[in-house]
Nanobody, 120 residues
Framework: QLQASGGGLVQAGGSLRLSCTASGRIFSAYSLGWFRQAPGKEREFVSGISRLGGGTYYADSVKGRFSISRDNAKNTLWLQMNNLRPEDTAIYYC???????????????WGQGTLVTVSS
């Protein structure tokens, strides 16, 4: 019910915009988040946004470079990623939660992931 897209190959310093569309449930009822998982590493929180979009939060590693937003009328979540670094390389997942949390275990629904590769 969550579909992430927008990943790809980009050079360091470049930008990408990830999208996540939802269907089947009331989109605005959920806090949403982006997570990522690099090879051999655990899935980690990247950014989150409250139900109506008034609150946003970021991992320290992406603060100032990434921006999360949502449009409940379009059932869509975005992650604008600027000034990308090789260490941002990972599969990026969107997820929905009934609470506002950065904890992976707090998310109930997950998209399939989209691969972001940043070359140096």
């Amino acid at each position: 019910q969550l579909q992430a897209s927008g990943g790809g190959l980009v050079q360091a310093g470049g930008s990408l915009r990830l999208s996540c569309t939802a269907s089947g449930r009331i989109f605005s009822a959920y806090s949403l988040g982006w997570f990522r998982q690099a090879p051999g590493k655990e899935r980690e929180f990247v950014s989150g946004i409250s139900r109506l979009g008034g609150g946003t939060y970021y991992a320290d590693s992406v603060k100032g470079r990434f921006s999360i937003s949502r449009d409940n009328a379009k059932n869509t979540l975005w992650l604008q990623m600027n000034n990308l670094r090789p260490e941002d390389t990972a599969i990026y997942y969107c997820a929905a939660s009934s609470i506002a949390t950065t904890d992976v275990s707090g998310y109930d629904y997950w998209g399939q992931g989209t691969l972001v590769t940043v070359s140096s």
